[in-house]
């Protein structure tokens, strides 16, 4: 294997090569299977990872909606694979995040990636209804879904779509800059392509993973906020699912390394810049200063009739 310096600019360059192709600002939403996908994806990548692409043994999928704490998921899992190896540590960060994003097969497809990561972890905003699980029973792989309070999560979301990307409509019209109400208004009608269909949104991946997860012994759910409120003993469940043991003293080390602060210094050593986009300040309840008293009932509505019978409750303060 290359060393962590020279694999990291390697597959760096690749990966923003491909970032680069992929937000061209002429390229509108893919569709697949219904679903419309923001400009970052193509339908290539998309079904070469669901359709052809072979999961390898013993991977970790990281599962979630756009804004819930992939980012933040992701590392702790990174963390409980690794976090008792420095050297492995090391290797599995010199892999930029990006590599780990399922909906870029393409990126497997023409570099070859995943072959390279050591030790075999993904993440994925694929709605339950079209994801691929017979790959994930057949290698014999985990899937955690982490999910988040919804105020919070479409904070978050204006925050980023506004500051970092520069989505394009079906009409070709650019959505960045959007005031605060007409986004709210918008995403809350499902006009936003995240791996949705017209008029879906949050709730509705919310409710098709929280499906499949009450009968699949192999997906875990983890909340955004419990995660936040006691990290060590969500550590160690998360890592009891992966099979995988876990000292005292591993326990603080994990607990360090993966605090926002941390992730902060960490995201420097990211070539593609998507750390950057993705770590945000990680609060609860900061929907207080953006949610009008109307909103915050509306998202209250239209969570409890979509999310009727899965037993969802949020935490909206800690």
């Known amino acids: 294997m290359d060393s962590p310096a020279g694999l990291s600019e390697g597959i760096a360059k690749t990966m923003r090569d491909i970032t680069n192709a992929m937000t061209r ?18 339908v290539e990548s998309i079904e070469y990872a669901l359709n052809r692409w072979r999961m390898p043994e013993n991977s970790v999928v990281v599962a979630s909606f756009p804004k819930t704490g992939t980012m933040w998921c992701l590392e702790v899992v990174r963390q409980i694979l690794c976090g008792d190896d420095d ?15 399922l909906e870029m097969g393409s990126a497997a497809k023409y570099t070859d990636l995943y072959p390279h990561l050591p030790k075999k972890f993904f993440f994925t905003h694929i709605p339950a209804d079209i994801f691929n699980f017979e790959m994930v029973e057949r290698s014999n792989s985990k899937i955690i879904y982490i999910y988040r309070n919804p105020k919070d999560q479409i904070v978050s979301w204006y925050n980023f779509f506004n500051k970092q990307l520069e989505f394009v409509s079906e009409q070709g019209h650019r959505a960045i800059g959007q005031n605060w109400s007409d986004f709210f208004a918008n995403y809350t009608a499902g006009s936003h392509p995240l791996g949705t269909a017209p008029g879906e949104w949050y709730p509705d991946h919310l409710t098709g993973w929280m499906n499949r997860a009450r009968r699949n012994k192999n997906i875990l759910v983890v909340e955004y906020e419990s995660l936040k409120k006691d990290f060590p003993n969500e550590l160690r469940r998360m890592a009891a699912f992966l099979q995988v043991e876990l000292g005292d003293g591993i326990v603080d080390k994990i607990t360090t390394n ?5 992730m902060k210094r960490d995201e ?19 929907w207080k200063d953006h949610l009008t008293v109307s909103q915050s009932e509306l998202v209250d509505r239209i969570f409890e009739e979509k999310l009727s019978g899965t037993g969802i409750k949020f935490t909206y303060t800690i």
């Open 87 to 101: 050297d492995l540590l090391n290797k599995s960060r010199s892999v930029p995040v990006l590599a780990h994003f």
């Open 258 to 262: 993966c605090s926002i602060s941390q």
């Open 25 to 42: 600002k002429d390229v509108l939403s893919p569709i697949f299977k219904g679903k419309h996908f923001a400009p970052m994806h193509s």
């Open 268 to 286: 420097k050593a990211d070539q593609t810049n998507f750390l950057q986009k993705n770590v945000n300040k990680g609060e609860v309840g900061g």
